[in-house]
């Protein structure tokens, strides 16, 4: 049987769509129906290198185009909310990239726009499709590593120029929001082998010179209720990339080298009593695996095999808030647009 691609529309013309969206959508057959950019040169430029039927003038008018029904959102943070709302009241299905809102608040509002409107809406944690990290549950599950005690994140990477909008407050910027969701995110998936969701116990952070309120890094400390602790370390101002997820348990431990990039380091080191060994796991990309789970479950009604919802991404939205609290800075602003559909 021959399954009928998706009709994807890409709100902006960003770097990261080529690897998060254009390279899935042609390895996967799927089409890339329109693009909009507030550049529309730009937007045509796009279209032309990736393969996209048609430039659409405006977000409006890729958001109420009746030849689209996924939208694609990997716009600036703070654009997250207003267009994923927007996409939401159009009838269209939402895949966004992380974190879906800006705050708690506005993630509230789009679980009832979810919820208003009956389509399906996933919150990008792409991560979680890869062999990697579905290589590290099944550590966990199989007992090898023991009981878990320790977790500890660490998304790292070096500074981008002063006027990048990931430093932008309008805009939601932070290194937390940017880096910082992967870090609690993945401790969140912890769950299932920590006795529940993790808490947060305390935040440090440090703000950007000559924008205080806006985070250069931040650490959390969490607790889970089994008893483990967990460390979410993200930093925008770092001397290298580093992007980890370590777990200590009481029979061994296990890290994923590079957790949020799998496709250029596909390694899980494992280290017990019986010794060390690195495997493997295959470097194709996070995000092909995720269009395709996001692709089975719109044309084949098979379930998601994590909860990315819009139920979870209020519940990390609240974490980062927490975390901001705790550590001395604003919750992140939300942008308002005159958004017309």
């Known amino acids: 049987m021959t399954v009928e691609p998706l009709r994807i529309g890409v709100l902006g013309a960003s770097r990261i769509a080529e690897l998060s969206m254009v390279g899935p959508a042609r390895s996967c057959g799927h089409r890339l129906v329109a693009v909009a950019a507030r550049d529309r040169e730009r937007a045509a430029t796009f279209a032309e290198e990736h393969g996209v039927e048609r430039v659409v003038g405006s977000y409006a008018d890729l958001v109420a185009d009746p030849e689209v029904e996924v939208v694609y959102n990997p716009l600036a943070n703070g654009l997250h909310g207003p267009w994923n709302l927007a996409a939401l009241a159009a009838g269209k299905h939402v895949l966004t990239e992380k974190p879906s809102a800006s705050n708690a608040a506005e993630a509230t509002e789009i679980r009832e726009a979810v919820a208003k409107a009956g389509t399906v809406f996933m919150e990008g944690f792409h991560y979680l499709f890869h062999p990697v990290t579905r290589r590290l549950y099944e550590l966990l599950d199989s007992g090898e590593l023991g009981d878990l005690r320790h977790v500890e994140t660490m998304v790292a990477m070096p500074a981008p120029p002063d006027g990048d909008v990931r430093w932008s407050l309008p805009l939601a910027g932070g290194a937390l929001m940017d880096l910082g969701c992967y870090a609690l995110h993945a401790q969140r998936s912890l769950a299932p082998w920590a006795g ?13 010179p000559g924008a205080p309120e806006v985070d250069q890094w931040l650490y959390a400390d969490l607790e889970f209720p089994g008893g483990a602790t967990g460390s979410a370390r993200c930093h925008m101002a770092y001397d290298t990339w580093q992007m980890s997820c370590r777990v200590v348990g009481t029979r061994g431990e296990a890290t994923v080298v590079n957790f949020v990039q799998p496709h250029l380091d ?28 996001f692709a089975a479950h719109l044309r084949e009604g098979a379930p998601l095999p994590f909860p990315l919802d819009a139920e979870d991404a209020l519940t990390t939205m609240g974490l980062i808030d927490d975390c901001y609290g705790a550590a001395g800075f604003p919750a992140r602003p939300r942008t308002a647009l005159p958004v017309t559909v």
């Open 196 to 208: 529940g969701a993790p808490r947060l116990i305390g935040a440090r952070g440090e703000g950007r």
């Open 266 to 293: 596909d390694r899980v080191l494992v280290r017990t009593a019986a010794g060390e060994r690195t495997e493997e796991l295959g470097r194709r990309s996070s995000y092909t695996y995720q269009l395709e789970a």
